[in-house]
Nanobody, 114 residues
Framework: VQLQASGGGLVQAGGSLILSCAASGSPFEINDIGWYRQTPGKQRDFVATITRSRSEFYADAVKDRFTISRDNVKNTVFLQMTDVNFEDTAKYLC?????????WGQGTQVTVSS
């Protein structure tokens, strides 16, 4: 299974950004799909996930600022980021699960500037 993330870049504090990640290559249904983020030297932190039935779960740090959604036909997940702050600077890694396992993409960098 391949995951291709896009949409990262430089954004001003208080601004907005939309990330997307497309999963391909699985012969099975994609179940949970979502995002983690990681900064150099630190562990990977959960950001948000959405189930196939569209139940959404968020880390406390992003709740009420980020919104996750998905397109089940295109096996694509979106992360709408609003009111970003410096702590949101990280590489955002998408993942997807099917009946065989969990898969990771290479991620997309988000940098929040003043």
């Amino acid at each position: 299974v391949q995951l291709q993330a896009s949409g990262g870049g430089l954004v001003q504090a208080g601004g907005s950004l939309i990330l997307s990640c497309a999963a391909s290559g699985s012969p099975f249904e994609i179940n949970d799909i979502g995002w983690y983020r990681q900064t150099p030297g630190k562990q990977r932190d959960f950001v948000a996930t959405i189930t196939r039935s569209r139940s959404e779960f968020y880390a406390d740090a992003v709740k009420d600022r980020f919104t996750i959604s998905r397109d089940n036909v295109k096996n694509t997940v979106f992360l709408q980021m609003t009111d970003v702050n410096f702590e949101d600077t990280a590489k955002y890694l998408c993942y997807a699960t099917d009946s065989r396992g969990k898969y990771w993409g290479q991620g997309t960098q988000v940098t929040v500037s003043s």
